[in-house]
């Protein structure tokens, strides 16, 4: 009799068990439901909201429990939610100063810029060349520089698709590809073959101390008057997958350039997907 009572307490404990289970599971899961609705109903509403990239916001939110939800939209879309160099697209507004390149969108390697010249001699080394109204708009902000003793020169400008493959290669067989992807692009993914990017020294320092120099304060207070931003900074590493480049600057137009400053926009991509991204 006592074994049966046993036998029959240990199933009622088991029965008991499994239906708690049972609930909890269930519980868990419509709440899950429930956020993900809820989620979904309060991001809806956001400008940049994307139907397709539904799944990614909720799963890219439930990883980043700290983001409010504009920056679950916004950075998902730019594709942070991905691993750098995968899914990647074509180029972005190719052409155009409002260009997109980075890690996730390429350049095929015949891409050249239509109007390319040459920057003024007195501010440049080696025939550097930008697209000509980015050309006349470094000439002139080095020239205002200039003017107030400071001396602001591009010591690298358009690169072929061919010279960052080299240059890439070469950072790869020294550092390995994990380390050079912090710093270099992979051929197509560079700034400089758009012809808008500009690396700068002040002529007395190499470009790599460019940050230190009396210049480069001048440049970040100053650059965006003549439409070139700071595209490299500790603050959107995250966002660019480079570490910070004092000396690299893009042309981007002054409209653009004054209205990210306006609106403490850290890195290009988010005002891209902000504004330009249809
Ligand atoms: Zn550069």
Redesign the pocket.
């Known amino acids: 009799m006592l074994h049966l009572d046993k036998k029959i307490i240990i199933l009622i404990t088991s029965i008991m068990i499994l239906s708690v289970s049972i609930i909890l599971g269930i519980k868990s899961m419509t709440s899950n439901d429930g956020q993900k609705k809820d989620l979904i109903d309060s991001i809806k509403n956001i400008k940049y909201y994307k139907e397709a990239n539904q799944s990614r916001y909720i799963k890219y939110q439930k990883e980043n429990l700290n983001l409010n939800n504009d920056l679950v939209v916004l950075y998902v879309n730019i594709g942070i939610d991905k691993d750098f160099y995968t899914d990647i697209k074509p180029s972005l507004r190719p052409g155009t100063k409002e260009i997109l390149v980075n890690k996730f969108y390429v350049l095929q390697s015949d891409y050249i810029p239509n109007d390319l010249e040459e920057i003024d001699d007195e501010y440049q080394v080696g025939g550097k060349m930008l697209v000509s109204e980015a050309a006349a708009s470094f000439n002139q902000m080095a020239k205002k520089a200039q003017q107030e003793n400071l001396h602001i020169r591009a010591v690298?400008a358009y690169r072929s698709y061919d010279y960052q493959d080299n240059l890439y290669h070469r950072y790869v067989n020294r550092d390995g590809q994990t380390k050079a992807d912090t710093y270099s692009a992979r051929p197509g993914h560079s700034?400089?073959q758009t012809g808008l990017?500009v690396?700068v020294d002040n002529v007395t320092q190499t470009f790599d101390n460019f940050g230190n120099t009396e210049e480069a304060l001048w440049m970040r207070a100053n650059a965006y008057k003549y439409g070139f931003i700071l595209r490299y900074t500790k603050e959107n590493e995250f966002i660019t997958g480079y570490q910070e480049?004092p000396?690299?600057y893009r042309y981007v137009g002054v409209q653009i350039a004054s209205k990210m400053r306006e609106e403490n926009i850290s890195s290009y991509e988010e005002y891209y997907f902000k504004y330009l991204d249809n």
């Open positions: 690298s700034e400089h990017a690396d480049e000396w690299h």
